[in-house]
């Protein structure tokens, strides 16, 4: 009888074991979740809000991103990225021709080498090729040492 109890005690602990997995492993629609730094959509977005900085910077030069710390996404009538962010100061000036912002060489004068932290936030409508950065803020690594 005690043979028959334990195999009755371990055939429901490995159901609630294998329920437990499954619900561990099942996304749950509309929460943040954790995105690869190299998917896509992220490195869109880090353009997009890093486009936002420089246009809000009164800095000479244009930044753009040298690191993505984390990456999050929320699909909501949409998707919305929620980044961490390192953007360093470049050599392309503004007022210079800087179609391509990815290209521009990081400074190596350390007296005009810049790092900032930023938080992003930006949303994507995909179907209609829409995408805005809703926030931002950006602190000097100088500050946060």
Same mark, same amino acid.
């Given at each position: 009888?005690?043979?028959?109890?334990?195999?009755?005690?371990?055939?429901?602990? =490995?159901?609630?074991?294998?329920?437990?997995?499954?619900?561990?492993?099942?996304?749950?629609?509309?929460?943040?979740?954790?995105?690869?730094?190299n998917?896509?959509?992220?490195?869109?977005?880090?353009?997009?809000?890093?486009?936002?900085?420089?246009?809000?910077?009164n800095?000479?030069?244009?930044?753009?991103?040298?690191?993505?710390?984390? =990456?999050?996404?929320?699909?909501?009538?949409?998707?919305?990225?929620?980044?961490?962010?390192?953007?360093?100061?470049?050599?392309?000036?503004?007022?210079?021709?800087?179609d391509?912002?990815?290209?521009?060489?990081?400074?190596?004068?350390?007296?005009?080498?810049?790092?900032?932290?930023?938080?992003?936030?930006?949303?994507?409508?995909?179907?209609?090729?829409?995408?805005?950065?809703?926030y931002?803020?950006?602190?000097?690594?100088?500050?946060?040492?």
């Open positions: 009888m005690k043979v028959c109890h334990h195999l009755l005690v371990l055939f429901f602990l =490995a159901g609630l074991c294998s329920l437990v997995d499954s619900y561990v492993w099942r996304p749950i629609p509309g929460a943040l979740q954790n995105v690869s730094t998917d896509t959509g992220v490195k869109k977005a880090v353009l997009v809000g890093t486009y936002s900085f420089n246009n809000k910077s800095d000479a030069f244009l930044f753009r991103s040298s690191a993505i710390d984390d =990456a999050k996404r929320q699909i909501v009538k949409g998707i919305r990225y929620v980044l961490t962010v390192e953007i360093s100061r470049t050599m392309c000036r503004k007022m210079g021709k800087n391509d912002l990815p290209n521009c060489p990081f400074q190596t004068d350390s007296l005009l080498k810049q790092t900032f932290l930023c938080h992003f936030e930006v949303w994507s409508i995909p179907w209609m090729k829409k995408m805005s950065t809703t931002f803020n950006c602190n000097s690594f100088d500050t946060l040492k």
